[in-house]
C-alpha cells in the first residue's frame, strides 16, 4: 500500500509542476492545463493499453511531457536539425524535472533510473517498456491529437506522419490504433498511409 500512496503521491506532484502550464485545453465543457490533460490522457491510455505495467512505466507516462512549455520549439531553428535538439533536450529536461519529484517523494535511485531510460526512449523497439511507453504515445497522438493536425497539413504531410508513427509502434500497438473511433476523412488518410 506504501508503494501506491506514493505512486498516486507523484502523480500529483506531476500534476501540480503541469497544472502551471498557461495553454489551455478545452475537452468535453472543462477547461485544462494542457500538459495535466495530456498527462492524464497517457495515464488512462496505458492502463487500458497494458493494465500490468510496471511502477516506472506508469511514473514514465504520467510525466512525460511535464513542463514541456518551458523549452518551446520555436526557440530552435525551423529544420530537422532543430527539431531533433529540441526532442533530445525536451528529454534530458523531462528527466530531470522527474527525477527531483521522485527524489522528492522517497523514490530509490534504480527505479528513478528506470523512468530516465523509458523518458529518454533508450532501446526502442528492444525494451519492452520503452516500447509500450512509445505505443501509448503513439495511441495518445492518434486518438486525440492527430484530428488537429488534418486541417494544418496537407495530406502529403499527413500522410508523412502517419506512416512516422505506425514505423515506431509494435504489432500490438497496431491492432489497437486501427480500434480508434477515427472521422470518416482521417480514417481514409489513415488506410492510405498504411497502403502507401
Request: proline share 3%; net charge positive; hydrophobic share 40%.
Amino acid at each position: 500500500m506504501a508503494e501506491l500512496s506514493r505512486l498516486y503521491k507523484a502523480y500529483e506532484l506531476f500534476d501540480k509542476a503541469n497544472g502551471q502550464d498557461p495553454n489551455k485545453e478545452v475537452f468535453q465543457g472543462n477547461l485544462y492545463p494542457k500538459e495535466v490533460l495530456y498527462a492524464h490522457r497517457m495515464t488512462q491510455k496505458l492502463l487500458e493499453f497494458e493494465p500490468g505495467a510496471s511502477e516506472a512505466l506508469r511514473l514514465a507516462a504520467r510525466c512525460q511531457h511535464i513542463c514541456r512549455w518551458e523549452i518551446p520549439r520555436e526557440t530552435y531553428s525551423m529544420d530537422r536539425v532543430g527539431y531533433l535538439k529540441w526532442r533530445q533536450d525536451l528529454k534530458k529536461f523531462h528527466a530531470d524535472k522527474a527525477s527531483s519529484i521522485l527524489k522528492a517523494v522517497g523514490y530509490d535511485q534504480a527505479t528513478i533510473e528506470k523512468v530516465v531510460f523509458l523518458l529518454e526512449k533508450k532501446q526502442l523497439k528492444k525494451n519492452e517498456d520503452t516500447q509500450t511507453l512509445e505505443d501509448v504515445i503513439c495511441l495518445v497522438f492518434l486518438e486525440y491529437y492527430f484530428e488537429p493536425f488534418v486541417v494544418k497539413h496537407s495530406e502529403e504531410k499527413l500522410i508523412d506522419i502517419l506512416q512516422k508513427t505506425w514505423r515506431k509502434m509494435s504489432g500490438k500497438g497496431h491492432e489497437a490504433a486501427l480500434k480508434i473511433g477515427f472521422s470518416e476523412s482521417s480514417l481514409k488518410l489513415v488506410q492510405k498511409a498504411l497502403n502507401s
